[in-house]
């Protein structure tokens, strides 16, 4: 096996998988054992394996080990998110994946080592399972601790500022698995799509810069443009080139409409600078979301609620708010 | 630097936001004379900018007519309704939405609506403002209205203005003359009236009628016999002075008309308290992104009353107002429309465009010959 070697650990040989760089902690010296006659103990191997839900392997993510003899081995799952150590003694292994929480990888949580986080603009429980070395926000948001905060915002993905978000601890219980077999874990990630509706009755090219990667394609004048982004994406920028007007010739404009996307910046719609969001996304001007429903929101409020065909009154009310729902927000 | 977009984290299973070009609403408020049931083919909307039937065969009936439109692309337009049309520009990343109106009340609460286009298009009622009815409307509406927040005057203008006699005669309707009691400023007399100050005549409601009866049989000779039949005294029962008292005198004072040289009432105009209060602009305050008089003259009537009196002024990118420089016509608010419409620049700020639609507007107003520019 590429990349393999075999290590003396004592007076043992240890043969494991895949990285140089993996660290063998020999046990801590034992008393002598009794006189007894010496008998060869065959050696036994254990093979781990880390996949997604959807079966897709989880690659270099880092291991820990510890032996029936008490030896403490790290490393680094290969490509395929696989290892396997041989030459070891028969008996149980205690595993874990440190890089992730234990109810991620199906441990059981330790318990304690929680602690408290006060969301701040652009925060979403994505970000915040990103900043805290989850793999799932719903680790985060299906904690016990959180169920208030669950009653309060009834989408994950609007936090508003100020909201405390209790974060679970992430070591867990040790977790024991036999020698001589393959062990495989299952991780639950969650993907974090970005999709934007651009609704701009035309169709159009765009160029997508988000996280480093750039997206480049093409929607029709209804289309939606939906990528897989990562965890702690913060920012993007959105260039549109929309099709001319047909009385201007069948051709892209040759001018981007610029966006400068900011990632769970958006206030829920139950709060007037969510709102105020959603009016400007759609095209209803209101200038800076700042939480007042002055003239300019109201006039904003009053044109979109026209062209919704509601009641035209400039006052914020809960079908103008579950109007700009449907209408804004995808998913 | 691109439009701020706040966006919904992405979640469950995925979301974002919905994109949608910016709105922009344009209250085109139609005024007496500039109207569509009062206006030719070429100039009626939104006909003339989608080159509909009746503007194409204006054009090629009336060859004298502005052609620069003629030549040009006919715009894709979205025809809701006889008062409603719509243009998105991809280019602009904007949907325009115009709203015809013509009516008093709507064009106030235009004025007083946040980031709103308003033109006004009709007659300029010599600088009292705008006036809202139809051509045959009855006299009063082209003063303070038959009903008086539907049509008539919304007043804008300077305290004191002046007149032409026949103008009362051509449309009969109640006429508030200054009297001779009354000391008249410079700074509170419309700029033409101003310039006549010094030679002002205080005559009874008998000299001035017999004035105007001359007057009015003369310019029918030249103009328009029809309109003049009727004519009726301003003094005595049933004549057309607020105030019929014979023995007051008012102010008066001769100045060519239309090449006509002949007698200009004084009489009362004004912004602030006046007969159509509350539809006058001292009880209106305006909140809307850009202010287009396109009446006549309105540059000299009615710009600083609105600027400096009232004090409505350029706010950053906001507070756009513009005026005429002289006699104007329908087909202005079409040009402005088209200009507006076709700037092919993403458009944040609405500076750009406007001052594209006005280069572009007066490059065609020279070209077509015309006299008055917008300022």
Redesign the interface.
């Known amino acids: 096996m590429q990349g393999s070697a075999n290590v003396v650990v004592g007076d043992r040989h240890i043969k494991r998988a895949e990285k140089p760089n993996d660290i063998v902690e020999p046990a801590p010296p034992r008393a002598p054992p009794p006189s007894l006659p010496t008998q060869a103990v065959a050696k036994s191997f254990i093979a781990l394996e880390l996949i997604c839900t959807k079966g897709k392997p989880i690659a270099n993510a880092r291991y820990q080990m510890t032996l029936s003899d008490r030896t403490r081995l790290t490393g680094s799952l290969n490509a395929q998110g696989v290892t396997r150590v041989e030459g070891i003694d028969p008996g149980t292994c205690q595993i874990e994946f440190p890089d992730f929480a234990a109810e991620e990888w199906g441990a059981t949580p330790r318990p304690g080592g929680g602690q408290e986080h006060i969301a701040k603009r652009g925060d979403?429980?994505?970000?915040i399972a990103a900043d805290y070395g989850f793999a799932d926000?719903h680790t985060i948001w299906d904690s016990p601790h959180n169920t208030r905060l669950r009653q309060r915002r009834k989408?994950?993905?609007?936090l508003h500022p100020g909201d405390c978000v209790y974060i679970p601890g992430r070591e867990s219980e040790p977790v024991m698995r036999p020698t001589g077999q393959s062990h495989r874990f299952v991780l639950r990630r969650?993907?974090?799509?970005?999709?934007?509706?651009?609704?701009?009755?035309?169709s159009c090219r765009y160029i997508l810069s988000i996280a480093g990667t750039e997206h480049t394609g093409q929607v029709d004048d209804n289309g939606l443009i939906?990528f897989p982004?990562p965890l702690d994406a913060k920012e993007g920028?959105?260039?549109v080139y929309?099709?001319?007007?047909?009385?201007?010739g069948e051709a892209y404009?040759h001018?981007?409409?610029?966006?400068?996307?900011?990632?769970?910046?958006?206030?829920p719609v139950e709060e007037v600078t969510g709102v105020q969001?959603?009016l400007?996304?759609?095209?209803?001007?209101c200038g800076v979301?700042d939480g007042e429903l002055g003239?300019?929101t109201?006039?904003?409020l009053?044109?979109f609620q026209k062209?919704a065909g509601l009641r035209a009154t400039g006052e914020l009310n809960e079908p103008t708010r579950e109007a700009l729902r449907q209408?804004?927000?995808?998913? | 630097?691109?439009?701020?977009?706040?966006?919904?984290?992405?979640?469950?299973?995925?979301?974002?936001?919905?994109?949608?070009?910016?709105?922009r609403?344009i209250v085109l408020a139609q005024g007496l004379q500039f109207n569509n049931s009062d206006m030719p083919g070429f100039c009626q909307l939104p006909d003339a900018l989608s080159a509909g039937a009746t503007a194409r065969n204006y054009w090629k009936s009336y060859p004298w007519c502005p052609q620069t439109l003629y030549n040009r692309?006919?715009?894709?337009l979205d025809i809701k309704s006889s008062t409603q049309f719509e243009y998105?520009?991809?280019?602009q990343?904007v949907?325009y939405i115009v709203e015809r109106v013509l009516t008093k009340n709507r064009f106030k609460q235009a004025l007083e609506?946040?980031?709103?286009h308003v033109i006004y298009a009709g007659h300029a009622r010599y600088g009292r403002g705008p006036c809202f009815g139809t051509n045959n409307a009855p006299g009063e509406d082209w003063e303070n209205g038959t009903r008086p927040n539907v049509t008539g005057l919304f007043r804008m203008g300077f305290p004191y203005i002046g007149i032409p006699g026949h103008e009362v005669s051509e449309h009969e309707y109640t006429v508030d003359l200054v009297s001779a009691d009354v000391k008249l400023e410079a700074k509170y007399c419309e700029p033409q009236l101003a310039q006549h100050l010094s030679n002002l005549k205080a005559l009874t409601l008998d000299e001035i009628d017999k004035i105007r009866q001359a007057n009015a049989v003369s310019r029918a000779a030249v103009k328009a016999p029809h309109l003049f039949s009727g004519h009726k005294p301003l003094g005595g029962w049933g004549g057309l002075a607020k105030h019929k008292d014979p023995k007051k005198t008012y102010w008066i004072y001769n100045s060519y008309e239309s090449g006509v040289n002949e007698i200009h009432l004084v009489i009362h105009a004004g912004w602030q308290n006046t007969a159509s209060k509350p539809m006058d602009l001292d009880a209106t305050k305006i909140?809307c992104r850009v202010f287009c008089h396109f009446g006549c003259s309105t540059y000299v009537h009615n710009q600083r009353v609105v600027r400096k009196f009232k004090g409505w002024e350029k706010n950053g990118d906001a507070g756009f107002a513009y005026f005429t420089t002289d006699l104007s016509h329908g087909f202005l608010s079409v040009y402005w429309l088209y200009h507006l419409f076709?700037y092919?620049?993403?458009n944040q700020l609405w500076e750009p465009s406007l001052s594209y639609a006005f280069k572009k507007t007066n490059a065609d107003l020279s070209a077509d010959k015309e006299v008055f520019r917008i300022i």
Not at chain 1, 242 to 248: C, H, I, T
Not at chain 2, 113 to 116: E, K, L, S
């Open positions: 979403c429980l994505a970000s926000w989408d994950p993905a609007v969650a993907e974090i799509r970005l999709c934007i509706r651009l609704k701009l009755g035309t939906d982004i920028k959105l260039l929309p099709k001319r007007s047909r009385d201007l404009e001018e981007p409409l610029s966006y400068d996307l900011a990632l769970g910046h958006l206030d969001a959603r400007n996304n759609l095209g209803f001007r979301a003239p300019r109201q006039a904003a009053h044109a062209s209408q804004h927000d995808v998913g | 630097m691109g439009i701020i977009t706040f966006l919904q984290r992405a979640l469950l299973p995925h979301t974002g936001g919905t994109l949608g070009p910016e709105v609403h692309p006919a715009l894709a998105l520009s991809t280019a990343n949907r609506t946040p980031d709103v909140d076709t092919d620049k993403p």
